[in-house]
């Protein structure tokens, strides 16, 4: 077993003319967090989707674990073992908080059509196993006083947090999150960024994670990449992408770059897929 | 172990039950409201079907009057055209007796269902990548394709259609044992699903089908199951028209019938199992005890979907069921006004 986890070799994504991505180079491995940062429209979001199969390249390879994911479809890169938080939160609003978590948990559990028409004692043990599952991971994300709410109802914190327990039911190995904090307040990001370290400790994870909160990028970022016109312009530990003038003129700006300042969250975020 | 037994005594209970409502309903009931009442039993069975589709899946299929004809006809043409055949080698197929007729029935039903669900398979496994507006264009193509190819088979008798089938159905007074041993063979399969781990997948699709993807849900895999489950049950209930109206034509299954399973589902509140049951019950029953406004009918329809459009988007029920709960909620409400 290779230490690789995730491979990303030359992959372009065009939309029409415009390259929102172009001949990208990635490689995580196994445990690492790794931050993506990079201005508004930078093509963070549009790696995510290429990675989890939503967009396929238009050139270029992704190995996860050694396998060619790029022609798989998002259900089977999930049953590989990458799961994904939304942007622009995608819950199933209708749906209770646990039966969200259920629906990813139920993936690793084994109990077919026929057999839940029927209500046979197998599918009732499923069931069964399914809600112990759901209720645990609702419990590490401290999510179990709202475990009968509808989605769609919860508070915008909690909303992200309900994204990240199902994310976590599907047992990845790699976990992939689009601007987890977005949208929450100060302490609320202290609490996210605990949480992710611990689960990433618990679960035995390698996490991705875009944000645009640069104390918490900076704060628990192993390594970073930054995405600039769909390119990345640098690569490396915190410290030295502070200090990385490319970065500082594209994004950081001059106040940020270099400065261990708390005036990083004053960046704008966009909403959208 | 115990829990086959009780399941097996509970079937057998329930059964037994169903026969001795089918006798005293036939002896006792006029001939006309048992009619009216078989006819409910069907259109639920059709309204319950489509709920999968568009309600609990939230695919919005309006084609589902063709899988009710492929079922009625490949289970008539059965009766009509194959069995004297298959009875003259096989004995036990002849018509003369009750155990004859239940097993030419039982043929006709597995063929129809076997039928209609292929058809399902094959319609929805290119379409249902398709979403809203595109997806029910294609499946009111699809009834329209349906319809207008029988019309031109002339071994079903074309626009003529199949007249004088044997009427299995009725034999034995099962008339009405037969067609809600499916009303309640399949409200108790989509329940279970609802309520299954399993079924929320199904929920999911509906709710956010990227996430749904992004969860690890085959969606495709799913609206196909969908489909196809709807259809076999589409198939079932023409069958169960076929062999108990014994007068099937194209035309009795046009593209109103299509729209008027659809309108019950969403009258019904997509998505509520009780609601598409009591929207099929009403908009069935409605037509024919208001007779004299037969001619409205269509008219009626509209005002009323109109209507209830407008003051409940969600339908009647909307997501809801009415079941035991409901009731104990009510009774609690209830008590706690008196007091
Ligand atoms: N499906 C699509 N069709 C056309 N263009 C797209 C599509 N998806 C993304 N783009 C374009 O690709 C570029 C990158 O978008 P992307 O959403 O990946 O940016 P981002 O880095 O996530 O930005 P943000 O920080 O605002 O989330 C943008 O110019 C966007 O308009
Ligand atoms: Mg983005």
């Given amino acids: 077993m290779t230490t690789r986890l995730l491979e990303v070799k030359h992959v372009t994504k065009r939309f029409g003319g415009l390259a929102a991505v172009s001949s990208i180079n990635m490689a ?22 290429l990675l989890t199969g939503v967009y396929v390249p238009t050139e270029g390879t992704i190995h996860f674990d050694g396998r060619l994911m790029n022609r798989c479809k998002p259900y089977q890169i999930v049953r590989a073992g990458m799961a994904r938080t939304f942007q622009n939160i995608r819950l199933f609003r209708q749906l209770t908080a646990r039966d969200n978590v259920k629906v990813a948990a139920q993936l690793r559990c084994r109990c077919g059509l026929i057999s839940s028409l029927c209500r046979t004692p197998r599918s009732l043990a499923n069931d069964r196993q399914v809600n112990q599952i759901a209720d645990e991971l609702l419990d590490v994300m401290n999510l179990q006083d709202v475990a009968d709410a509808r989605a769609g109802d919860l508070a915008y ?20 999150l689009d601007e987890p904090a977005a949208g929450m307040n100060p302490q609320e990001k202290v609490d996210l960024m ?21 104390k918490l990028v900076m704060g628990i970022c192993e390594r970073i990449y930054v995405l600039d016109y769909g390119q990345i312009i640098a690569e490396g530990a915190p410290s030295r992408i502070r200090r990385d003038p490319r970065v500082i003129k594209a994004y950081l700006g001059e106040e940020y770059g270099d400065v261990e300042s708390d005036t990083g969250t004053g960046f704008s975020v966009r909403t959208e897929v | 172990m115990r829990f086959w037994v009780n399941r097996l005594l509970g079937v057998t209970g329930a059964l037994a039950l169903l026969y001795a409502i089918s006798v005293w309903a036939t002896e006792n009931l006029q001939e006309y409201y048992f009619k009216v009442i078989i006819l409910c039993g069907i259109y639920i069975i059709l309204a319950v079907s489509l709920n999968l589709v568009n309600g609990i899946t939230g695919q ?17 043409a059965w009766t009509v055209l194959w069995q004297p055949e298959a009875a003259r080698a096989l004995p036990l197929l002849q018509l003369n007796t009750l155990h004859g007729h239940i097993v030419n029935l039982l043929i006709a039903l597995m063929l129809g269902a076997f039928a209609a669900g292929c058809t399902g398979f094959l319609v929805g496994l290119p379409s249902l990548r398709l979403r809203g507006d595109y997806l029910a264009i294609v499946t009111l193509g699809f009834g329209e394709v349906i319809r207008v190819v029988l019309l031109n088979i002339d071994a079903v008798g074309g626009a003529r259609g199949l007249i004088g089938i044997p009427s299995l159905v009725q034999s034995g007074n099962l008339g009405f044992f037969w067609v809600f041993l499916f009303v309640v063979l399949l409200i108790a399969i989509s329940r279970n699903l609802l309520q299954s781990s399993y079924g929320l997948a199904f929920l999911a699709v509906r709710e956010d089908e990227v996430a749904a993807d992004a969860t690890g849900v085959n969606t495709t895999r799913v609206k196909v199951t969908a489909f196809v489950l709807a259809a076999v049950f589409a198939g079932i209930a023409g069958v169960l028209y076929a062999h108990f109206f014994i007068n099937i034509s194209p035309d009795t299954f046009d593209m109103n019938t299509s729209i008027i399973i659809t309108t019950m589902v969403v009258l019904g509140g997509s998505g509520s199992i009780t609601g598409s049951v009591l929207a099929a019950t009403f908009l069935t029953a409605m037509p024919e005890l208001l007779r004299d406004f037969k001619e409205y009918r269509m008219v009626i329809f509209s005002t009323l979907l109109i209507l209830i459009m407008l003051t409940r988007p969600q339908g009647l029920f909307g997501h809801g069921e009415l079941g035991y709960a409901t009731f104990q909620r009510l009774i609690r409400s209830g008590r706690g006004k008196t007091l």
């Fill in chain 1, 194 to 214: 605990a949480l992710i370290q611990k689960i990433r400790r618990d679960f035995d994870l390698t996490v991705l994670l875009i944000e645009h909160d640069m």
């Fill in chain 2, 60 to 76: 919005f299929s309006i084609g589902h009057g063709g899988f009710y004809a492929v079922g009625a006809y490949v289970g008539a």
């Fill in chain 1, 28 to 49: 995580i491995d196994r445990g690492e967090l790794v931050g993506l940062i990079g201005p508004n429209g930078a093509g963070k979001t549009t790696v995510f989707n």
């Fill in chain 1, 157 to 176: 914190g909690l909303q992200r947090r309900l994204e990240i327990a199902r994310a976590l039911a599907t047992r990845p190995r790699l976990l992939l």
